[in-house]
């Protein structure tokens, strides 16, 4: 079975998105986007009405943004990460979101062809901040192999 990787990550805004503190954020997000659908091993983005995600709800809070795509692989979402405008809109990061402790990026592995949930995203998250990095739930420091499919189910409690 061949695999695809899936990650999620996401934000608590200073502001409403409407503000003009968050002009510049929301200005780069259409730009942004653009590079990414167009970057070697992007598969799917998540999108709302507005085509970002920022009309998205998560974990029942407005103030949260999400953003999840699919890629071809770690290098791939990492080539994309840190480089050109995804990397100077994310330099500006303090000024737009509040400081979180807790995790809030996770990857995981989903079999070609599957596109993740908000649901699937919000559990992988809080699985992450409970056990840690695991080949269910993982974070590009601490990164694992694609895994059969039985390892895509979450561990028993």
């Not at 920022?54 to 071809?72: G, K």
């Amino acid at each position: 079975m061949t695999y695809e990787l899936a990650q999620v990550n996401i934000s608590r805004l200073k502001y409403p998105l409407d503000s003009p503190e968050l002009k510049d954020f929301v200005d780069g997000l259409d730009p942004v986007n653009a590079v990414a659908d167009a970057a070697d091993g992007f598969v799917w983005r998540l999108q709302g009405e507005e085509g970002n995600a920022t009309d998205v709800a998560v974990f029942d809070d407005e103030w949260i943004i999400i953003n999840m795509s699919v890629w071809r692989d770690t290098n791939a979402l990492t080539a994309f990460m840190y480089q050109g405008r995804h990397r100077e809109l994310m330099s500006r990061r303090r000024e737009w979101f509040t400081h979180v402790k807790e995790a809030m990026t996770a990857l995981w592995w989903v079999p070609a062809g599957e596109r993740p949930t908000v649901a699937d995203a919000e559990e992988r998250l809080l699985h992450l901040r409970e056990h840690g990095p695991t080949p269910y739930a993982f974070t590009l420091r601490t990164s694992f192999p694609p895994a059969p499919a039985s390892a895509l189910q979450a561990p028993a409690r």
